[in-house]
Each structure stands twice: as C-alpha cells, then as structure tokens.
C-alpha cells in the first residue's frame, strides 16, 4: 500500500507540473525545444536559426514543421532569440535553466512586413537597421487550456488569451497597450481582450520582471532583458501563461 501510495503522489505531482517542460539534462546541458512560426498566419517557418543569451556556440536551425532543438548549458540564466528570411527577428523571456528540458518553447515571428505595419500603428521609432531605437516587450495573457498542446492543436484552439487581465513591470513602465479581437494593438482598452495580447514600446535597456492581474485568476510572471534594438517576445504557452489551481511558478521563470 506504501509503495501504491508513493506512485499515486508521484503521477499527482507530474500532472501538475506545467506541460511546457520534463524531467532531463545530462552532462550540464538541457534541451530547449518549440516551434517557430510566423505570427501573421501561424504557418511554420522552415529554416530558421535558433541561438541564446548565455549559451555560446549553441545553435540550431528549424525544420521543414518548424521544430528545433536547442541544447544549452544547465543552472545558466539564458535568452533564446531567433532569426528567418523574410521576417523580422525577435527574442523571448529570459529562462533559469534547472536540470529539466524546456518543451514548446515556441518563437511568434512577424514578417517584415508586418512588424514595419506594427511599429508605424505604435509610432516606434526605428534605427538604421529598422530595429527599435530602444526595446519592446510582448506577450499574451495566454489560457492555461493551450499549454499541454501539440503544434497543430495549440493553432486550432484558436484565441489563446484570457480577457479581463492587466499587466505591469517592475521597474516600473507607463501602461501598456493592448491587443484587441482582430489582434490590433488598441490604445482604447484598459484590460486584456480574448486576444490577450500586450504590448510596452520604448522600453529602456534594463532587466524586467513583467505581472499580470486578474480578478480571479493567477498567472505566471516572466523576466524580460530588454536591450536597445531587441524586441522580446514571450509569446504562448510560456510568457504570462495562466497558472492552474495551486500551482507554483516554475523555477525556470523565478531564477
């Protein structure tokens, strides 16, 4: 009975855990692994080159669906970013590696086209190379319902927010602007739509611990190191992913 006991706290506290990562790492390296995608159609961007902050000569190129897999080194504090023909690159939260692998730790890439249309809608004023003369930082306020989701599932779910949250930084940053229905940025509302998106320009180098708030429910925070020129795009499952009944922040996102 002892032993029947044990298995069942052991399968209770798997499931409990966010489905966006497991047990593994060896030799000082776990994997980060996701998908990269474009965020205008959420199509899979092949070819695509996947590196990190804090972990030198680690590199990885996506595949035909998208895939990729990235290795880097274990209790390391590390800033995967990413590069593709054809769109503008984006780099997301900054994860606290702790002996396990990162699952769907997907990279939300705009088209060229549509990041110039998304920093002329926001008034962002761009540098020589068309990136931000100073930092942005993205994310959604995304259902807990997508986290435990393949690809294919987490595009068919369709809207990945929760409406009703508001978001905040410390240090401290003005208000930010949020997505609307038709994924819009929209200086109007005061709260996050079913969209879920969010939004600071002209954020200051610096590093961030970036909140959400609800009247009912609980989400995860992230870290956030914004720099001149980067746009930081801690897009779903992870980023201000809404957090289960009694569930902890994870360790990777605490530090």
């Known amino acids: 009975m002892r032993l029947r006991a044990a298995a069942i706290v052991l399968l209770v506290a798997t499931a409990a855990a966010p489905a966006a990562a497991h047990a593994g790492g060896s030799h ?7 998908t990269a995608y474009t965020f205008d159609n959420q199509e899979p961007i092949e070819g695509a080159t996947i590196r990190a902050k804090g972990a030198p000569g680690a590199s990885a190129t996506s595949g035909a669906d998208g895939a990729y897999r990235l290795r880097v080194p274990d209790r390391a504090k590390v800033t995967p970013y990413v590069e593709a023909e054809g769109h503008h690159g984006i780099y997301l939260q900054t994860f606290f590696t702790h002996g396990r692998n990162l699952r769907r730790v997907n990279f939300q890439v705009p088209t060229v086209a549509a990041y110039f249309g998304l920093a002329a809608l926001l008034g962002v004023e761009l ?5 931000p003369v100073r930092c942005a930082i993205v ?6 319902h997508v986290r435990g989701l393949s690809f294919a599932g987490f595009v068919a779910y ?26 819009i940025p929209d200086r109007s509302l005061t709260e996050t739509s079913i969209d879920g998106g969010i939004i600071w320009t002209e954020v200051p180098s610096g590093n961030y611990k970036v909140r959400a708030h609800h009247p009912s429910e609980r989400f995860s925070p992230f ?15 992870w980023g201000l992913f809404q957090l289960k009944a009694g569930e902890r922040v994870r ?5």
């Open 139 to 144: 994310s959604t306020a995304s259902t807990k």
């Open 127 to 131: 540098d020589e190379n068309d990136d």
């Open 223 to 237: 870290r956030a190191s914004c720099r001149d020129g980067r746009v930081v795009n801690a897009n779903p499952p």
């Open 251 to 255: 360790a990777e996102v605490k530090g």
């Open 28 to 34: 000082g390296k776990v994997a980060i692994k996701g």
């Open 158 to 183: 369709g809207a990945h927010g929760v409406a009703g949250a508001t978001a905040s930084t410390r240090p401290g940053l003005p208000e930010p602007v949020y997505f609307n229905d038709s994924v």
